[in-house]
């Protein structure tokens, strides 16, 4: 899940090198905090934040397999 969600962002960002994401596991779900370059904020957030909202949508399809609650969140 973690490498999926890398090769989507770092396919979005300019700085693909400083593309960081941290998981955090808890008993029933696991969040992702992705981490990129000041001038990349805009590109992975997007346009009244739909870069981010199919992001974390793809990710949510992916972990239905695994049936585990997914969150994705951008940090700075």
């Known amino acids: 899940m973690k490498s ?3 090769i989507l962002v ?3 960002v300019d700085q693909p090198d400083q593309v960081e994401i941290k998981e ?8 992702y905090e992705i981490k990129v370059a000041n001038d990349d904020m805009g590109k992975v957030i997007g346009k009244g ?6 992001l974390r949508i793809v990710a949510k399809a992916a972990a239905m397999k ?5 969150y994705v969140e951008i940090v700075e």
């Open 4 to 6: 999926l969600i890398e």
């Open 10 to 12: 770092k396919a979005l």
């Open 24 to 31: 955090i596991s808890s008993p029933d779900s696991v969040t």
């Open 49 to 54: 934040g739909k870069i981010a909202n199919a």
């Open 66 to 70: 695994e049936k585990i609650r997914v």
